[in-house]
């Protein structure tokens, strides 16, 4: 069973039909005593990173978060509040699991802000990104970016700045795109972390 954390931030709707399409059993919860016994974890996240936290706080959930062993998806908001900290809430620890700081994008005339839309994943290593297309497409919308890491296991590159589009540190996985609206790379992607 996959636990898909519930904390009033991310596009549930679209995430669960996609895991029903790959015949996924998935439960959108909060508790932490059902969140440590999935199989599998996903946190999605569309929003403020720092609301993102403080909606996690008050549910008890960044030390639960910390302490799973079994493979964890972070999705957008979901995986930068995985990093270390965040531009969009300064002095705000973030989870901590990547070693990554989310900066906001300078706007230019190649860099409108929010980066919204397709583009092309570079740079790819890993189980979760296996079997993917030599140029994959996915799908982007966000303001801030996980800088390039130790931790970057794909990369994006938007206007000039060259972001980890994808990250994974032990069982924790991360993507600033949206796997759920990615069409068949994303269903691909998806279907590698139910394998993992």
């Known amino acids: 069973m996959i636990a898909v954390i519930d904390y009033e931030m991310g596009n549930l709707r679209s995430l669960e039909n996609a895991l029903g399409r ?6 959108v919860t909060a508790d932490p005593a059902v969140i440590r016994r999935a199989d599998r974890v996903i ?13 996690l706080v008050q549910r008890g959930l960044p030390a639960v978060i910390r302490s799973l062993r079994q493979p964890v998806l972070g999705i957008c908001v979901g995986m930068q509040v995985l990093c270390r900290d965040s531009e969009e809430s300064p002095g705000k620890a973030c989870v901590g699991i990547f070693d990554a700081h989310v900066r906001r994008f300078d706007p230019s005339p190649a860099c409108k802000v929010p980066h919204m839309g397709w583009n092309e994943l570079g740079n790819r290593e890993g189980k979760l990104l296996r079997g993917l297309d030599p140029h994959p497409y996915v799908y982007f919308v966000h303001s801030y970016y996980a800088g390039l890491c130790p931790d970057t296991v794909a990369t994006c590159r938007y206007g000039t700045v060259l ?14 795109f949206h796997p759920e609206k990615s069409g068949s790379v994303g269903e691909r992607i998806l279907q590698n972390f139910l394998e993992l």
Not at 163 to 176: H, K, M, P
Request: charged content about 20%; some cysteine.
């Open 163 to 176: 972001f980890s589009a994808a990250l994974r540190y032990e069982n924790f996985y991360g993507t600033q």
């Open 43 to 55: 946190l999605p996240g569309v929003g403020h990173a720092g609301e993102a936290m403080d909606k």
């Open 22 to 27: 790959l015949g996924a059993e998935c439960l």
